[in-house]
């Protein structure tokens, strides 16, 4: 089992720029895809960034140009740079590892649980 931690969330004015950071509960020893979703009330959940094992990455539209995804080292599975925040930026910002944490594991889809990120002055 692999528990993953979101952390850098909270209440920011417009226009701010914070940085979220997810750290696992222990190694990974082969990674293939990250990514940072969130959800807000009443809504579906939505693919923010998404980073590849081969340094690859995707954006919604609404965000491209404002966030940026960044891979981590150690513990720290993966950033995601905000700037510029938005009220319509405001939701649960969860994390998602797609790895094998041994080398004699499976494959498996991780998941955090979630930070709230809200947008108001």
């Known amino acids: 089992q692999v528990q993953l931690v979101e952390s850098g969330g909270g209440l920011v004015q417009p226009g701010g720029s914070p940085r979220l950071s997810c750290a696992a509960s222990?190694?990974?020893?082969?990674?293939?895809?990250m990514g940072w979703y969130r959800q807000a009330p009443g809504k579906e959940r939505e693919l923010v960034a998404a980073i590849t094992s081969g340094g690859s990455t995707n954006y919604a539209d609404s965000v491209k140009g404002r966030f940026t995804i960044s891979r981590g080292s150690g513990k720290i599975m993966v950033y995601l740079q905000m700037n510029n925040l938005e009220p319509e930026d405001t939701a649960v910002y969860y994390c998602?590892?797609?790895?094998?944490?041994?080398?004699?594991?499976?494959?498996?889809?991780?998941w955090g649980q979630g930070t709230q990120v809200t947008v108001s002055s």
């Open positions: 998602n590892v797609d790895a094998r944490a041994r080398s004699s594991w499976p494959n498996h889809d991780y």
């Open positions: 222990t190694s990974i020893f082969s990674i293939n895809r």
